[in-house]
């Protein structure tokens, strides 16, 4: 793979263009918080984005809440855990709210099937895959 990361004035850009807080682009990219968003746009030595990560803040900008819930499903299917501190559960609730009573309805069906789907595992085995 070829890659080249975004320069710091490409995020700061990306940030502009979104109107979000540094705290909001440090979620999106899977940073601890917004002190660590700003070591990728400025100071002397700034980082440069892994792909990994510019991989994961772009997929959550440029794919559908379903499509997303697809991939977080094959994740847990291989065996981690995901929340993305409830993510998953907000583009539910958005997608139940604009369905109406029915979509609340099929969103609990849906989450019925993927605990269905999902063997139990103890807390042990849980925390081997962390």
Same mark, same amino acid.
């Given at each position: ?7 710091? $004035?490409?995020?700061?850009?990306? !940030? ?6 540094? !705290? ?7 940073? #601890? ?5 700003? !070591?990728?746009? @400025?100071?002397? $030595? ?8 510019? *991989? *994961?803040?772009?997929?959550?900008? /440029? ?23 409830? #993510?998953?559960? @907000? ?13 609340e309805? /099929? @969103?609990? /069906? ?19 895959h962390?």
């Amino acid at each position: 793979m070829r890659y080249r990361p975004p320069q710091p $004035h490409d995020l700061r850009r990306l !940030k502009q263009d979104l109107s979000r807080t540094g !705290k909001s682009m440090a979620t999106l990219f899977g940073l #601890a918080d917004d002190h660590q968003w700003r !070591k990728y746009t @400025g100071g002397s $030595h700034p980082r440069e984005m892994a792909p990994q990560m510019l *991989f *994961f803040g772009a997929a959550q900008l /440029a794919l559908s809440p379903d499509e997303l819930e697809r991939v977080f499903a094959r994740m847990r299917a291989i065996g981690a855990e995901v929340d993305l501190l409830g #993510a998953t559960r @907000g583009y539910a609730r958005r997608r139940d709210e604009s369905r109406g009573a029915e979509g609340e309805a /099929a @969103g609990e /069906a849906e989450e019925e099937a993927q605990r269905e789907v999902e063997p139990p595992r103890s807390r042990a085995a849980r925390c081997n895959h962390r």
